[in-house]
């Protein structure tokens, strides 16, 4: 069975520059986390989805970050503009339903802002 | 304002060596705790906790969660090098809907 797919794996963008990530969860898996990780840090919860229906946003800093999960699969989460702060590793993560706590991380992107 | 503290931050251990991990939380509406391992990449499941004194075990590893107290603990015994990872503790509250709140880690390094 294929794992949570994240892409890219890495991203150097200067800064006021817009950034896309993009996720593809686990077949079957209906709830989809977004998650920022900084160094040193556990994972903050940005946007959590159960389908297509983005059921907590409120850590999404909105005048900048937007999510969207078409369909209830695939996931985009999109920077604009970017700031020397947004440098971290962002994740996505996806579980079956009902087991929330269940969660399967992908690889993550590590977005650099110069 | 909610909070999940873990302790050590960091460990150097030698294998064979027995380590206890803690993570502490303060929450709104606790409902369990969880655990995971992140190697270099992403974190994977480990355990997850709901009742107090019931320990669980996979392996070498073992968790018990003592909800009065407001603690869990995790015990590897007889480290090997694969162990070497950040462990990450996470509990989840129910506040409007579910949410959860991660510690930072605890990073071990097992060395041969």
């Known amino acids: 069975e294929a794992g949570v797919v994240q892409s890219p794996r890495y991203k150097i963008i200067e800064k006021k520059q817009p950034v896309a990530f993009w996720c593809n969860p686990i077949s079957g898996h209906n709830t989809l986390y977004w998650y920022l990780q900084n160094l040193g840090q556990g994972p903050e919860l940005l946007i959590r989805y159960e389908n297509e229906e983005a059921v907590d946003d409120s850590q999404l800093p909105k005048d900048r970050f937007s999510a969207e999960r078409l369909k209830g699969v695939d996931s985009t989460l999109k920077i604009q503009p970017a700031e020397l702060g947004d440098s971290a590793v962002y994740l996505c993560?996806?579980?079956?339903?009902?087991?929330?706590?269940?969660?399967?991380f992908g690889p993550g992107t590590r977005l650099t802002v110069t | 304002e909610d909070k999940v503290v873990q302790s050590p931050l960091s460990l150097v251990v030698h294998e064979g060596d027995t380590v206890t991990l803690n993570c502490s939380y303060e929450v709104t509406n606790f409902r369990s705790l969880l655990w995971y391992k992140q190697e270099k990449k992403a974190p994977t499941f480990l355990f997850m906790l709901?009742?107090?004194?019931i320990e669980k075990k996979s392996g070498r590893l073992s968790s018990i969660l003592d909800k009065k107290e407001l603690f869990s603990i995790l015990n590897i015994t007889a480290t090997q090098t694969g162990d070497s990872a950040v462990y990450l503790c996470a509990v989840e509250a129910i506040q409007g809907t579910y949410k959860y709140i991660f510690g930072t880690g605890t990073r071990l390094k097992v060395l041969a």
């Open positions: 993560a996806s579980s079956p339903t009902g087991r929330s706590y269940e969660q399967y």
């Open positions: 709901t009742s107090s004194g």
